[in-house]
């Protein structure tokens, strides 16, 4: 399997691979409306795209697009955005897999840089993102959706995986000692089939386990805001 993987901060746009399951039917139009929504709202907007899916976003309305490669950044004036690597397939039909990137981001807005992993499986690049990207504050990594592991560990972390993902950031990352872990991809649609509410029970156990730092770890509420000083 090929390892592929892209909220508004100001005026800038993230947008992610074009993944088969999310572009079926109503979820594809439902993401085909809200980018439609935005661009006419904010024509103005910059967009940080993977490559291959700037057009699926200019076809949509979107004039500020720039696609980036694994590794490649991306000014955008008041935010900076790096391309990092993830693991998962991409594609909206059986007969275009694969013909997109898939990947991840470190956002940098001021001094603070935070990554988003996406949607991933557990790879070994965590630790040379935070050594090429970082200093890393905050990862927001994914947890769920994850049952039964033979078929979905090559494109989706489990709590464990997640944590060990963590620990690989932290080992490239000058500031783990002060990094924060907010777990995402969890609680929202049932994909799989773990309960939905088990993943940060799982999280926290391994957590603990690890005797990582519990000040490091924030789980947060639908509609919880973390901030930091």
């Known amino acids: ?28 139009w439902r993401i085909t409306r809200t980018v439609a929504r935005i661009t006419k709202t904010f024509p103005a907007a910059k967009w940080a795209a993977p490559l291959g899916v700037g057009n699926f976003l200019k076809e949509r ?39 997109t990137l898939w990947c991840g981001w470190v956002i940098e807005i001021g001094s603070h840089r935070v990554f988003f992993a996406g949607d991933t499986g557990l790879h070994p690049e965590f630790k040379e ?21 033979w078929f979905m560990q090559p494109v989706h972390m489990n709590p464990e ?13 000058a500031h783990s000692n002060q990094c924060v872990f907010i777990p995402s991809h969890w609680g929202t649609f049932r994909l799989t089939d773990e309960p939905l509410d088990e ?17 490091q ?13």
């Open 61 to 99: 309305g979107a004039t500020n697009v720039n696609t980036r490669d694994w590794w490649e950044a991306c000014d955008l004036g008041l935010v900076s955005a790096f391309c990092t690597p993830a693991q998962h397939f991409s594609g909206r039909y059986p007969w275009n897999r694969n013909a």
């Open 199 to 215: 993943p940060p029970h799982r999280l926290r156990a391994a957590w603990t386990a690890t005797k990582l730092p519990e000040s």
């Open 161 to 173: 995986d997640a944590v060990l993902a963590y620990q690989a950031l932290s080992a490239g990352n």
């Open 129 to 149: 993102i935070a050594r090429r990207c970082g200093p890393i504050d905050a990862a927001i990594l994914p947890i769920g959706a994850y049952e039964p592991r």
């Open 1 to 28: 399997m090929r390892r592929l993987f892209s909220s508004p901060a100001h005026d800038v746009m993230r947008h992610r691979q074009s993944d088969s399951k999310y572009f079926k039917s109503d979820c594809r």
């Open 217 to 229: 770890l924030r789980v947060l509420q639908l509609g919880e805001t973390f901030e930091r000083g």
